[in-house]
């Protein structure tokens, strides 16, 4: 089983930046297909971006979101640029191995006005 922590949530103000980290251990992490999600308040959990084995990535919204993986480090990051107050949310990793994902616990993201 994979195990996965996020990390690097905070409050920051609106057209900052922000990098989340996501630290994954419990399997080879250079096969891992990883992805970062959101849940806003009320809101129903959704895709942000993702990055393969072969990083080859994908995003909902590439202006302003890049996800790129160290694998020596065994890490994930998420890169924010001009936060929005619509960025507020929980941000989970994940990690699909052999058919199964596993998730973190989230960090929060606050982004005030």
């Known amino acids: 089983q994979v195990h996965v922590v996020e990390s690097g949530g905070g409050l920051v103000q609106a057209g900052g930046s922000l990098t989340l980290t996501c630290a994954a251990s419990g399997s080879d992490f250079s096969i891992l297909a990883l992805a970062w999600f959101r849940q806003a308040p009320g809101k129903q959990r959704e895709y942000v971006a993702s990055?393969?084995?072969?990083?080859t990535t994908g995003y909902a919204d590439s202006d302003r979101f890049t996800i790129s993986r160290d694998n020596d480090a065994h890490t994930v990051y998420l890169h924010i640029n001009n936060v929005k107050p619509s960025d507020t949310a929980v941000y989970y990793c994940?990690?699909?191995?052999?058919?199964?994902?596993?998730w973190g616990q989230g960090t929060q993201v606050t982004v005030s006005s």
């Open positions: 994940t990690a699909d191995y052999k058919g199964s994902r596993s």
């Open positions: 990055i393969t084995s072969g990083f």
